[in-house]
Nanobody
Framework: QVQLVESGGGLVQAGGSLRLSCAAS????????VGWFRQAPGKEREFVAW????????YFADSVKGRFTISGDNAKNTVYLQMNSLKAEDTAVYYC??????????????????WGQGTQVTVSS
């Protein structure tokens, strides 16, 4: 069993930055893919980014490519989502998720086994 806790959300002006953290307990992240998703009011949950530590790879949604980065700290069992040049349309609840996923399904929320409770990000324009 893996427990995930997100933090770092808040209110920021457009053009600003935030760094979200996803801390895991129960099992080391190194065996999993860790994904970030977001959900705005009235919209479906959408993929943002994932990182696969075992393969040393990461992937981003087109909407955040070039603005967001994802990284991990193995010693802290924590994954970070650095969000720069934030836009009003980035406003959403952000969730991290984890699971032993193969390539091809890592952008699909239903493929993940474990989820955090979410953290609100609000970008004012």
């Amino acid at each position: 069993q893996v427990q995930l806790v997100e933090s770092g959300g808040g209110l920021v002006q457009a053009g600003g930055s935030l760094r979200l953290s996803c801390a895991a307990s129960g099992r080391a992240f190194s065996v999993y893919t860790v994904g970030w998703f977001r959900q705005a009011p009235g919209k479906e949950r959408e993929f943002v980014a994932w990182i696969s530590w075992s393969g040393g790879s990461a992937y981003f949604a087109d909407s955040v490519k070039g603005r967001f980065t994802i990284s991990g700290d193995n010693a802290k069992n924590t994954v970070y989502l650095q969000m720069n040049s934030l836009k009003a349309e980035d406003t959403a609840v952000y969730y991290c998720a984890a699971g032993p996923l193969r390539v091809g399904v890592r952008e699909k929320p239903n493929a993940y086994n474990y989820w955090g409770q979410g953290t609100q990000v609000t970008v004012s324009s």
